[in-house]
């Protein structure tokens, strides 16, 4: 199994709390990305990292934001929660194998619940 | 704007049949193609994945068929089993390491296999 760690696993929060969910990984992969999945939405990228201290936006990006101070660890800031970002969080890491990318592997998720 | 679509939100195929899911995209620029899979309260995990340089890649009891000219691929399970239940996603990306790399995924289709 790929070296990634998502914490907390579940969080239940009130609505208007700051949340920091946490992704950790081993395998010094360059890529690091927060998706949503939501029923009849699939997976939503909400950010992603290319590298340390380089991130941009995913489709879903409002209302959430990233840190990534270092090469194994990639934050995602709910700054203000609200019910409509209750969802499973997941993070996924990427790699480069020669010229090419490589497939992503995901974390096992992040409930989170906004009362 | 929806660029990796997945049609069919479920199908049931009996065991010991072929289970076919389908999967369409609309950016171009799209040359590396992925399936995951899903099981409840886990994260996706890697499945198989084609790169457009190629119109099939198999891997056991599975098997992708890309279909450039259309924007479609598909995912052929023979013989289907009923561990293979769980949600399938379809996902989408540019290949070359250096670009970034953002993984699209569709909607996802589950898929029970009956005895």
């Known amino acids: 199994d790929a070296g990634i760690t998502q914490s907390p696993r579940h969080k239940v929060t009130e609505t208007g709390t700051p949340v920091t969910l946490r992704c950790h990984q081993t395998e010094n992969h360059r890529y690091m990305y927060w998706y949503r999945q939501d029923p009849g939405h699939g997976l939503r990228l909400i950010h992603y990292s290319y590298g340390v201290k380089d991130t941009d936006k995913g489709e879903v990006s409002d209302g959430y934001s990233v840190s990534r101070s270092k090469t194994e660890d990639f934050l995602l800031t709910l700054e203000s929660a609200t019910s409509s970002q209750t969802s499973v969080y997941f993070c996924?890491?990427?790699?480069?194998?020669?010229?090419?990318?490589?497939?992503?592997?995901f974390g096992q998720g992040t409930r989170l619940t906004v009362v | 704007d929806q660029q990796v679509k997945q049609n069919s939100p479920s199908l049931s195929v009996q065991e010991g049949r072929i289970s076919i899911l389908n999967c369409d995209y609309t950016n171009s620029m799209f040359d590396y193609f992925l399936w995951y899979k899903k099981y409840p309260a886990e994260g996706p995990t890697f499945l198989i994945s084609?790169?457009?340089?190629?119109d099939k890649n198999e891997d056991g009891r599975f098997t992708v068929f890309l279909n450039k000219s259309a924007k479609h691929l598909s995912l052929h399970i023979v013989p289907s089993q009923p561990g293979d239940s769980a949600v399938y996603f379809c996902?989408?990306?540019?290949?070359?390491?250096?670009?970034?790399?953002?993984?699209?995924f569709g909607t996802g289709t589950r898929l029970q296999v009956t005895l």
């Open positions: 996924a890491i990427r790699g480069i194998l020669g010229q090419k990318n490589t497939e992503a592997f």
């Open positions: 084609i790169s457009s340089i190629k």
């Open positions: 996902a989408a990306s540019a290949s070359r390491a250096g670009t970034a790399s953002k993984l699209t």
